[in-house]
């Protein structure tokens, strides 16, 4: 596996993806128009779709169609693009650029912004309902998704980091947030992206184990990209965690980089559950090096 064929893979399953999304909310006349513009807004501006993408792979990973992973990568996608709507929000981060462009509340307003987030939520388990699949392996999508989005989850995640922004952190406490704030959307979608193919209880676990090293190293080049990266290519504004509990605060550049191999490698390590990886493993590189 290359990374070029890696790229051009990705290139084509969000291809594949866009084609799901085009027209689902805006432009049919219905009367709530303009939370539809609202939720195309941010939703259609231009995402890596990292996590519908590990459901995709996961899936083809143990032998299962693309079309049988559609609704869980909507799914984790309208509830990513939700968290980021809220999370920049004046009462969060108060964020003026996201994926490049004004954010939600800066064109739609607070209201607005609060319920496209909202929308795009709630939307995402009547896709995830409304699967081909058979019912116990859209049950198990449901639980998966909700417990790692939710108070368990991200949420809870956000709710600490928020409650500890006045305090220096420990490492334990650091990686507790982390590990609920972008990890647990990360685990969903290699998760789900088993459960979607019927994968083993055993491909489970490894698909867990897997997210758990990648969501790690992807939120410390996170940080690190913060420090280090450009602001054009990342879509928004760089230097704005230097008070936070980063990863690089705590370890300092040098340290991170060294972290970030180690839980790549150790994510690696996990795809000896599933037959044909590869392109799981050269993604897990690809993202230890990104620089948007
Ligand atoms: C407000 C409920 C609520 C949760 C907020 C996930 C989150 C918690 C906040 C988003 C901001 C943030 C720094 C999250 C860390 C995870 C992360 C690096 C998100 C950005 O994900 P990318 O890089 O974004 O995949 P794109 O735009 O490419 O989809």
Known sequence: MTVKTLLETWAASNRHFDALLAGRYSGHGEPQERLFQAMDYSLLAGGKRLRPFLVYQFCAACGGEEADADPAALAIELIHTYSLIHDDLPAMDNDDYRRGRLTNHKVYGEAMAILAGDGLLTDAFAVLGSAGLAGD?????????????????MVGGQVLDILSEERKLTEREVLDIQTRKTGGLIRAACEMGVICAGGTPEQRSAARHYADGVGLAFQIRDDVLDV??????????????????????????????KRIEAETKAACKALQSFPNAGILAELAFFLAKRDR
């Open 137 to 153: 392996r859209v049950a198990a999508c449901v639980r998966v998704l909700a417990e790692n989005a939710g108070p368990w989850g």
């Open 228 to 257: 280090i990266g450009d602001a054009q290519k990342l879509g928004k504004a760089v230097g704005v965690d230097a008070e936070k509990n980063t990863f690089v605060r705590l370890y300092g550049l040098e340290a991170c980089e």
